[in-house]
């Protein structure tokens, strides 16, 4: 009575859960906001197609994509032997018992009227599967200590869970001969830890049983064409697609900056996790808010997660939203004045001039905020040299260099930059040699603050043509890196003040 | 001669022609490649963030080559201006080679500087030579003109990349002429693409691929030559945002020089990747109609043809 029950209580919860879930595919958003978009176009648009590709040539492609990736996993097999061995045995394992135990009631008794063995030899078996599928699993994770595969309370969950559930289980059938009592306490244990993981299972990472096939099954038939709604839907599913498998961070071409910035959003893997959070609830506190941006921004959009993702996720475009809503929700990091941006410019005619150039020019106005008080034509007077900031200046060799400068202006007239402009102070506040002279000066505001830095090619030729032999590409690098740090820290500083408030 | 092949991020998502021609052409001149999956970002794009950071992936590419025990061979300028930079530093600052050492032992690299960084035009001069390759070329054009484009990051700062002369350089003109093309003089010739301003200063970055693409028609150059997939992406982009916003200015279209040389060569166009559709960015744009005004109507660079 008990059990059956509490068999309905996790049930209802189960129930409840799921539908929570699906229900937040169609109510969260990712990317720019299109208010045209509401739930109830996204529930239609989804209904019509499924059913159109149900209806349609298409059908072959899933039922293609359901035998050989979502059964036989053959690219995660492709990949990687031994995760897609440790996988193979758990879900072929955990399937067989679930089928041909847990509802053998059902299944079982139904086909066989006489169905009963003392020591089932099938549950034993597909039992060890899976619990040699975990102690790969387990190996991977805590002994091999693969570089970047990162584990979190979750992942440990899952493995604790299913240990739990099989090691009672084995435990279980083999005392169910010998001593009842140790038996009832197993069967109490197993049966309590299938119903804890039934009822979580919506929240927990159990939930990829459903939506990983289901991610695998959409991004096959989904293309360009297909209704924006539905994109949309499918990149909120695509979250809860996720595994935390951490393949793409393993395979992610920036993956390095992390040891540095020490950021974990810079991996894919661990972005996922946070966006998942993000999008629920559209807070992430300042400070998770800024390492999102930041490591969302610092993406080559090589597409290697994309390529890699054992859960068919469409991860280039998923960054690609998520980056365009964090960078119009709050003062771009200084990230997008760099390379990483040039995806972004092949991609502008996706949204709006305005959309396009508000976080460049606030990253800009960050940046060059402390150049302001030239600008009001307030007398600056040269000395007392900022000797400090001109020791902090030389972090690599070379960019002592400065001090060999006689101003003849040789970088100012071939600069490519400068020569676009009829005025180019107007634009660019100083010329390279200015900022130059500035270093030398201890002029830190003027040195750090002019846009002539973040406008530079960095084509090298005003540092090829330096008679003096003064690494002016070189330096304006290390003064935007000063810079950063600058804009950083007055960020943190303001963003501990408007906290205190 | 066997190297290590560099490819960085952008050529196998956004041109991949230029991948799939070198390896033809590569292939077909008897220059071995081995590839690692390893490797990953130069390390460019964070320059203007976090030098260390910058050094890091740099170091870490480095570091890989090192333990394949090959020569590193880059497709992109920008990849290898970037990788001999961090090569310089790390040979002028030892204490830098120390601390980016102490973070790599953590993945077992380690980096001494023991093998060389190439741009692949400079395996196609140096190592395997301008006479070699001329024999090679078996169905040479004969009329074609084209506007060499140097590209930045291999050719400056020349002190740390010790491509060619930076002021007259003359090994991209050799390769493309040993193909029997003509390499046209273009004022411009040495002057930057834009890219590394597009998605920073657009208006900036297309305007000055805009001089570029008339000072290329004026001097007569029928296509822009390029050894870079950003130089490439340059081009095609600010082509289709000229298109787009019915710019009348002359264009160029750019084609990379391993399938100018695979044509030269009489390889097959699919071996090339010449039909490949490669404009991802372009496909939502209306075609490129034929306009009366300034220069000349916009030809695809797959029609380039060697003449017999």
Redesign the interface.
């Known amino acids: 009575m008990v059990y059956t029950m509490l068999l309905y209580l996790a049930l209802v919860v189960f129930g409840i859960g799921l539908l929570f879930k699906v229900a937040g595919w169609f109510r969260f958003n990712i990317g720019i906001y299109d208010p045209s978009l509401t739930v109830s176009v996204r529930i239609r648009a989804a209904i019509q197609g499924i059913l159109s590709v149900i209806f349609s040539p298409k059908l072959a492609t899933l039922i293609k994509v359901l035998v050989a990736d979502v059964l036989f996993q053959n690219h995660l097999r492709r990949q990687d032997t031994l995760r897609w061995v440790m996988h193979m045995l758990i879900f072929a394992g955990f399937t067989f018992l679930f089928f041909m135990h847990a509802l053998d009631k059902i299944i079982i008794t139904s086909l066989f009227e006489k169905y009963y063995l003392a020591l089932n030899p099938f549950l034993l078996v597909s039992g060890s599967m899976v619990l040699a599928g975990i102690a790969i699993a387990a190996y991977r994770r805590f002994i091999l200590k693969v570089?970047r595969l990162k584990t979190n309370a979750m992942d440990a969950y899952v493995l604790i869970i299913l240990a739990v559930i099989l090691i009672s289980g084995i435990a279980m059938e083999l005392t169910k001969l010998s001593s009842y009592e140790h038996y009832q306490i197993f069967w109490d244990i197993h049966f309590l830890a299938c119903m804890v993981g039934l009822a979580y299972l919506p929240f927990s990472k159990f939930l990829h049983v459903f939506t990983t096939p289901l991610s695998l099954l959409a991004n096959a038939v989904m293309d360009a064409n297909s209704h924006p709604a539905n994109v949309k839907t499918r990149q909120i599913m695509e979250l809860d697609a996720c595994l935390h498998c951490t393949n793409c961070s393993k395979?992610?071409?920036?993956?390095?900056?992390s040891?540095?910035?020490g950021n974990s959003n810079i991996l894919p893997s661990e972005r996922i996790a946070v966006l998942k959070e993000y999008v629920a609830y559209k807070e992430i506190g300042a400070r998770g808010f800024a390492a999102l941006q930041e490591g969302i921004s610092?993406c080559?959009?090589?597409?290697r997660c994309t390529v890699i993702c054992p859960a068919g996720i469409n991860l280039r475009d998923l960054w690609f939203n998520a980056r365009e809503e964090v960078l119009q929700r709050e003062h771009a990091a200084?990230?997008?004045?760099?390379?990483?941006?040039?995806?972004?410019?092949?991609?502008?005619?996706e949204m709006t001039s305005d959309q396009y150039k508000q976080p460049?020019s606030n990253a800009v106005k960050d940046l060059t905020a402390p150049f302001e008080r030239f600008s009001t034509g307030e007398v600056v007077p040269l000395g007392p040299q900022n000797s400090e900031f001109k020791k902090t200046a030389v972090?690599?060799?070379?960019t002592v260099t400065y001090a060999y400068c006689f101003t003849c202006e040789n970088c100012s007239t071939v600069c490519?930059?400068v020569g676009?402009y009829e005025a180019p102070q107007q634009a660019l506040d100083l010329l390279p040699h200015q900022i130059i002279r500035s270093l030398g000066f201890g002029l830190k505001d003027a040195a750090l603050g002019a846009r002539m830095l973040?406008?530079c090619?960095?084509?090298?030729?005003c540092?090829?043509h330096c008679p003096q032999g003064v690494?002016v590409?070189?330096i304006f690098?290390?003064l935007?890196?000063l810079a950063?740090v600058e804009a950083n820290q007055s960020s943190a500083q303001n963003g501990s003040e408007s906290a205190a408030r | 001669m066997k190297f290590a092949l560099f490819i960085g991020c952008n050529i196998p998502v956004r041109v991949p022609q230029y991948e799939l021609s070198a390896r033809t052409v590569l292939a077909r001149l008897g220059i071995e490649i081995e590839d690692n999956p390893e490797f990953k970002c130069c390390g460019n794009p964070i320059r203007n963030i976090d030098q260390n950071t910058f050094l890091l992936m740099a170091a870490r590419n480095l570091a890989l080559a090192e333990k394949q025990g090959l020569d590193l061979m880059v497709l992109c300028m920008c990849c290898f201006g970037s990788l001999k930079k961090a090569a310089h530093v790390m040979r002028q600052l030892p204490s830098i080679r120390e601390e980016m050492n102490g973070l790599l032992a953590k993945e077992g690299l380690h980096y001494s500087g023991k093998f060389a960084v190439k741009h692949l035009l400079s395996v196609l001069h140096h190592d395997l030579g301008i006479d070699a390759l001329k024999e090679k070329c078996t169905k040479p054009f004969k009329t074609l003109k084209m506007a060499t484009h140097y590209g930045c990051h291999a050719l400056r700062p020349s002190d740390v990349t010790e491509f060619d002369n930076p002021v007259a350089p003359s090994i991209f003109d050799d390769l493309v002429t040993a193909t029997g093309a003509k390499s046209v003089e273009w004022p411009l010739k040495l002057e930057c693409c834009g890219a590394p301003l597009l998605g920073v200063n657009d208006d900036l970055s297309v305007e000055l691929t805009r001089k570029k693409f008339a000072d290329g028609r004026r001097a007569g150059g029928e296509y822009l030559c390029v050894a870079c997939p950003y130089c490439h992406m340059q081009f095609d982009k600010v082509r289709q945002i000229m298109v787009s916003g019915q710019d009348t200015a002359p264009r160029m279209d750019s084609i990379v020089y391993p399938q100018l040389l695979g044509l030269a060569m009489g390889l097959e166009r699919d071996a090339l990747g010449m039909t490949l559709d490669i404009k991802e960015e372009v496909v939502a744009e209306p075609p490129a109609k034929p306009k009366k005004t300034a220069g000349r109507t916009k030809a695809s660079a797959t029609d380039v043809q060697p003449q017999e």
């Open positions: 570089p395979r992610c071409s920036v993956a390095a900056a040891d540095i910035i610092l080559t959009n090589c597409d200084p990230l997008v004045l760099t390379p990483f941006s040039f995806y972004r410019g092949l991609k502008r005619q460049l972090l690599s060799g070379g490519p930059v676009n973040w406008y090619l960095t084509c090298y030729q540092q090829e690494k590409t070189d690098y290390e935007k890196n950063v």
